[in-house]
């Protein structure tokens, strides 16, 4: 033993500690909270440590208790004291862990995890972590003692230009046999950390899931166990009951209702890490939150670390659960994980495996796969329009009102084609009532074809783009030219009336046109009605109706002119033909076609007074 052993040792810290220190409390770390899990992590990974290295050397070990953790809040003295069993520290370790970022600061510590293949070789060591203490500290007391070692060190620090190093007493020598003892002596506005409910509600919150036994010591009573040492996503799923995965969903997600599908696994391979999720069955309140925010729990190494991490896409949200991660580092890059690229493989492969579950569930079991698209089936719409990797698998995912009936998959729209049918027909619109009565879908049903009833409003977004699904493409009634007649009519009323009169085509447009004026971009005659009088379309190349009037609703664009078309063989349209030597009637039944039009499309005419004054004189005239 030298002098310089014995002697007290003082050093500053490295000159990025200072800075460090300002990054931790006012950059880094939101809520001071987050201290003691920084601690009882550093405490977990040094019980993680000595167990690894027991497997060599089972000495280690020696005689002392099992790998645990202690808490102990003292508000006599204004200390709290983290402490554990785990490998400790010798001398030469406390100043390189504690006193200089180059060992454990962010460029040390992602070269060493390069380095270090299954990251073995970082647990235990103390990391940047450690300084958000001195968020709640005013001066700190690390006593250490390595596994296997006689001698016991203390580092002190109040957080300023340096710490020092010393010999421990033989009491502290005393209380620690193995491992590390942290004395917190705290701000005498963190002193709220020496209540036991404090110390629980964040262990609950953050650490509940470390694998070691975290033991609160409380001032009056005796010791207790405060967290559950138990990580259910990490147990073989041959060891759980239904029940299992229930009671941790609901606490997970601090849920009421049952899980409509369990996903639970453990990937192997480049990267490690353990995966349980759930999907809910009933929808929660925070669904269609504008931040989009997930709600799945990013851990590392049954560390809590984040629950904001976007480990799925926006579109599966609702999912609820924890991905625990054997391979990302505890530092302070957390905070800016979504540009770590381990965590960008996981999130690609976890979300491949969530949509994958769904279409096993979807084709196993239909009834709780309903529940889910019940709940959540406009959200997963959402990954059409923003996943073009997945859009196929969730377009056969999706099911539809139709025409013909209620979740229908487009498997089975595709199944039920008429002779001829190339293409899947849809209509948007904001209500299924409206659009099963829009006249838009008169030439389909005289056809007996299927039409997709679109009344979200996430489906004026994805089919504003080209979408095709098993080489069919699907097709708009409500934009651009439609021609059906490859496809044979069914319906014998509407047969018969291919023998009704024709209003003059080029004539009756030139009058109509006329009398709108600016209010349509074109009059055209329709193949899409065949009772109505008239329809508004959209252009082919430009956005739908629908999707015009959502984004004019929110400011986001103005309405372009629709397209008037027009049913020649209704008698309405033909007596205009008639009337043409009256402008006042033209004028009148031609508004009138354009503005009850507008009203089919749940729209207000742009003069509802004049609307109404025009619609009076025109009954008053066919009343004699």
């Known amino acids: 033993m030298t002098t310089s052993d014995t002697a007290v040792h003082t050093q500053p810290f490295q000159a990025e500690v200072s800075e460090l220190l300002h990054l931790m409390v006012h950059s880094v770390y939101s809520e001071t909270d987050i201290f003691l899990r920084e601690l009882v992590s550093n405490a977990s990974d040094a019980c993680d440590k000595l167990r690894y290295e027991v497997i060599e050397n089972t000495s280690l070990l020696g005689e002392g208790d099992a790998l645990k953790i202690r808490i102990i ?61 001195f968020m709640v500290a005013e001066k700190i007391v690390v006593v ?43 701000k005498d506005d963190a002193k709220k950390y020496l209540e036991t409910y404090e110390i629980e509600r964040i262990i609950g919150a953050y650490s509940d899931n470390i694998l070691f036994p975290i033991e609160l010591v409380p001032e009056e009573g005796e010791p207790r ?20 995965y229930k009671k941790a969903y609901q606490q997970i997600a601090s849920a009421f209702d049952d899980p409509a599908m369990t996903l639970h696994y453990r990937a192997e391979g480049r990267y490690s890490y353990a995966v349980l999720l759930f999907a809910p069955s009933t929808k929660p309140f925070d669904l269609f939150e504008p931040n989009r925010k997930g709600r799945v729990k990013l851990y590392v190494r049954r560390v809590f670390i984040t629950d904001d991490a976007d480990l799925l896409p926006g579109y599966l949200r609702f999912i609820r659960g924890v991905v625990d991660s054997e391979d990302l580092p505890l530092n302070i890059s957390r905070e800016m994980l979504q540009n770590n690229p381990q ?10 495996r969530v949509v994958n579950e769904l279409e096993s569930l979807a084709d196993k079991d239909a009834e709780n796969f309903a529940k889910i698209w019940d709940a959540f089936g406009a959200v997963l719409k959402e990954g059409i329009y923003e996943d073009f990797e997945r859009r196929e698998k969730l377009l056969a995912l999706s099911r539809f009102t139709t025409t013909s009936g209620e979740k229908r998959a487009l498997k089975q729209v595709i199944a039920d084609f008429k002779p001829n049918q190339t293409e899947i027909y849809y209509l948007v619109g904001d209500s299924l009532e409206r659009l099963k009565s829009n006249p838009r879908l008169e030439a389909a049903t005289a056809r007996g074809i299927e039409v997709l009833l679109l009344s979200d409003p996430v489906d004026a ?39 009704e009169p024709v209003a003059d085509e080029a004539a009756t447009i030139a009058v109509i046109k006329a009398a709108l004026g600016e209010r349509v971009s074109d009059v055209k005659a329709s193949t899409r009605l065949t009772s109505s009088a008239s329809c508004l379309v959209a252009d082919s190349q430009g956005p739908s109706r629908e999707l015009e009037r959502i984004l004019s609703q929110q400011n986001r664009g103005m309405r372009t002119k629709p397209v008037l ?25 031609s508004l009138l076609l354009l503005e009850q039009a507008q009203i089919l499309d749940g729209e207000l005419p742009e003069d509802p007074a004049a609307f109404a004054a025009r619609l009076n004189r025109l009954v008053l005239q066919g009343l004699g």
């Open 73 to 133: 809040p003292n508000k006599t003295a204004g200390t709290l004291v983290i402490a554990d069993n785990g490998i400790g520290m010798e001398r030469q370790e406390l100043i390189d862990h504690l006193g200089t970022i180059a060992r454990s600061g962010t460029k040390a510590f992602v070269s060493k995890l390069k380095e270090a293949k299954d990251g073995l070789g970082l647990i235990g060591q103390f990391g940047v972590g450690f300084y958000s203490a």
């Open 144 to 186: 250490s003692r390595r596994a296997g070692e006689s001698d016991v060190w203390t580092w002190t620090s109040s957080g300023g230009s340096g710490f020092e190093i010393v010999r421990a007493s033989d009491e502290e020598a005393a209380r620690v046999a193995r491992g590390t003892e942290i004395v917190l002596h705290l």
């Open 225 to 244: 166990q405060i967290n559950s040492a138990s990580a259910l996503w990490q147990r073989s799923k041959s060891e759980l009951t239904a029940e299992d």
């Open 343 to 352: 965590l960008a493989q996981i999130r690609k492969a976890v979300a491949t």
């Open 461 to 499: 977004f994805w089919t504003s783009m080209p979408t095709d699904f098993e080489g069919k493409p699907l097709k708009s009634l409500s934009q651009g030219d439609l021609n059906l007649d490859l496809i044979p009519r069914t319906d014998e009323t509407d047969e018969a009336k291919k023998d």
């Open 565 to 589: 078309e027009i049913n020649l063989r209704h008698p309405m349209v033909g007596a205009i033909t008639k009337a043409q030597a009256d402008s006042k009637a033209v004028d009148d039944l």
